[in-house]
DNA sequence: CAGTGGTCTAGACCACTGC
DNA sequence: CAGTGGTCTAGACCACTGC
């Protein structure tokens, strides 16, 4: 049963139990606390790192949200096997393609800003015939197309053009324009590519494609932006972590 | 600003903030609290039911959650917008099939109880050599052929045997044998069907199907089982709600 | 039975938001 | 500036687990 060896900065500005967090997060990954080792109990852990119990019981229970600890009463916290945290790995919103680590390029091969079909007012919640900007980008990691990406965006966020779209990626713009994105919900699927996908892609036609539609929602409850995506599925897949509450 | 009239039973087993939650939820799906409306602030909301605030808190956090309510600090708390939440559904963990309301049914193709490679070893966290069930299940809904399904399950959990896997899901005999299921770790992507996959799913070879490979851990840390699926894209898709924390 | 996490309270102080 | 959610404390009592 390992002791946590942490040092807590209380004039940080960062709060205590976010401090803790990061902290058993280094010690799990260093491997001072090891693979599936028993934690000392949440009222011990708070008197050796000199907090109240609700902060280390919420640092606790953020690492059990993200797959690094389990808890059960009557029992105590263990660290979850190696096995299952090395596939966890740094899956955050929105990142997916980032995560590949080759150099991204873009390339927008349709833009403009016209009034929206009711479908996508309907999802972005509009008035119908409002204005979005609706464009489609082919996605590359190291020069080798990637994904199609087809995107209806509201226009009164911020001014979107195709030299924006093809320097940085829309949500990295998004984000600079004051939106705090909250919300995503994701439908996952699969499909045969037709004869423009295949050769915007660069497989043959009928080879598999990951499909993916998305509509994601900011911190004011908007809908900021819907997409349809299909992606090569040699090349990529989606990863994630359920946590049962 | 609706106000929120809901009665707290605390001579109840289910705790109180489950109760604010459960009360809350049923106000937005039935209307109450309309979509995009702001509620009382947090204060004001645990004094009007008579809780503590860390417990009111603690319910909103949940609701935050699953994706039902957004919060910014210094404005408040709204219901998110109906056309997301009617999304959201309730995709809850590992009922991926029940959801699709039909009728299923299970045919056992192949079982074994022998020692598994060394991959599934290493997957499951064996020890070399070790013996674990190994099995591959059609699932059909309504007599139509949806999945194909290869699983590696530890056996010293509960005995399986194919009648079992005929009547009943997996997941539903683990959880009866004393299994709490904490965390899944996924992967989901897409393939061309080859001639086998294609005849037992009843589509033409070379026809889309959604791969998921799948981890499952329980709530002392063990890896329980791991998964290799296909589905017919045609009648089958993953949802998920990502909430950004 | 001792050990563990789960729930709940009543308060204090603070940081951010929007006018 | 008033209004809001975010952080933190020190405690009480309870329910489940495994021996």
Redesign the pocket.
């Known amino acids: 049963m390992a002791r946590l060896n942490l040092t807590i900065d209380r004039s940080s ?1 960062v ?5 803790l967090v990061e902290g058993i997060e280094k010690a799990i990954y260093d491997g001072t606390l090891e693979s599936g080792s028993r ?6 852990l708070a008197a050796q790192l ?6 280390m ?2 640092a ?2 953020h690492l059990v949200d993200s797959g690094l600890l389990v ?7 263990q660290v979850v096997a190696s096995q299952v945290r090395r596939q966890l790995e740094l899956s955050s919103l929105f990142d997916d393609l980032q995560r590949t680590g080759g150099t991204p390029s873009t390339k927008v091969l349709q833009f403009e800003h016209s009034p929206a079909d009711d479908a996508t007012c309907e999802k972005l919640q509009l008035e119908p015939g409002s204005h979005v900007y609706a464009f489609t980008r082919l996605r590359s990691i190291d020069g080798k197309p990637l994904a199609l990406m087809r995107n209806w965006v509201r226009d009164d966020i911020t001014e979107l053009d195709t030299a924006a779209l093809t320097e940085r990626g829309l949500y990295d713009i998004l984000r600079d324009a004051g939106t705090n994105f909250r919300l995503a919900h994701q439908r996952v699927g699969a499909v045969t590519a037709d004869n423009e996908q295949a050769e915007r892609l660069g497989v043959a036609p009928g080879a598999a494609l990951v499909t993916m539609d998305r509509t994601a929602v900011d911190d ?1 409850g908007q809908c900021v932006e819907t997409g349809s995506h299909v992606y090569r599925a040699d090349s990529y897949s989606f990863e994630m972590t359920l946590v049962h509450r």
Chains 1, 2 share one sequence.
């Open positions: 500005p709060p205590l139990y976010h401090q934690l000392d109990n949440e009222i011990e000199r907090v109240s119990r609700p902060t019981r919420k606790l229970a808890r059960k009463r009557g029992v105590g916290t004011v």
